[in-house]
């Protein structure tokens, strides 16, 4: 069965930066767009942002845009979220996504984001 | 961007009884591009429907979606134990700009 890994959570103060990682296996990662979807505590889902299969083409949600960068490496099966200027609304439990046709296939278990001072 | 509204925000219900789910968007979506989640406490989201009515793999056949243009519902016959869970809509026909409904919890 498909699996997705997040790892790189954690706490950080408000500014700061965190990267998060997804580890694919068993599936061929690098014919999938991926995806990074949040949710706030207790709080609904958001999506965050896509990148295509050979990781040129990528979309983010306007309040990340220009602060948040998604990549990966397919000779790796990695999927990365680099995230600057952290703001206290930016904590959430990152899950990243398999998309398919538009739809979140498959997804990881989720890694938690605390932004605070 | 695409507003999706899901009703009721919560559903009391008996496992054996069914339960329709509403999400309502506020816009007519693209080829009913519109899926269903479940997502029960510490635990990710599990895709139940795409295509608005397309049941996803190792989905019980007691989880049926239907609608199109801005209404849609999800229809839980039968209800078991484990289907009382979180429920979310997500609208893929904006593609990229994808928006989920608010949740509807179905309880006990």
């Known amino acids: 069965e498909e699996q997705l890994l997040e790892s790189g959570g954690g706490v950080v103060r408000p500014g700061g930066s965190l990267r998060l990682s997804c580890a694919a296996s068993r599936f061929t990662f690098n014919t999938y767009t991926m995806s990074w979807v949040r949710q706030a505590p207790g709080k609904g889902l958001e999506w965050v942002s896509n990148?295509?299969?050979?990781?040129?083409?990528?979309y983010y949600r306007d309040s990340v845009k220009g602060r948040f960068t998604i990549t990966r490496d397919n000779s790796k099966n990695t999927l990365y979220l680099q995230m600057n200027n952290l703001r206290a609304e930016d904590t959430a439990i990152y899950y990243c996504a398999r998309i398919l046709n538009g739809y979140f296939e498959y997804w990881g278990q989720g890694t938690l984001v605390s932004v605070s001072s | 961007e695409i507003v999706l509204t899901q009703s009721p925000g919560t559903l009391s219900l008996s496992p054996g009884e069914s339960a329709a789910l509403s999400c309502r968007a506020s816009q007519s979506v693209t080829s009913n591009y519109l899926a269903w989640y479940q997502q029960k406490p510490g635990q990710a989201p599990r895709l139940l429907i795409y295509?608005?009515?397309n049941r996803a793999a190792g989905i019980p056949d007691r989880f049926s979606g239907s609608g199109s243009g801005t209404d849609f519902i999800l229809t839980i016959s039968r209800l078991e134990p484990e289907d009382f869970a979180v429920y979310y809509c997500?609208?893929?026909?904006?593609?990229?700009?994808?928006?989920f409904g608010q949740g509807t919890n179905l309880e006990i």
């Open positions: 997500q609208q893929y026909g904006n593609s990229p700009r994808y928006s």
């Open positions: 295509g608005a009515s």
């Open positions: 990148i295509g299969d050979s990781g040129v083409i990528t």
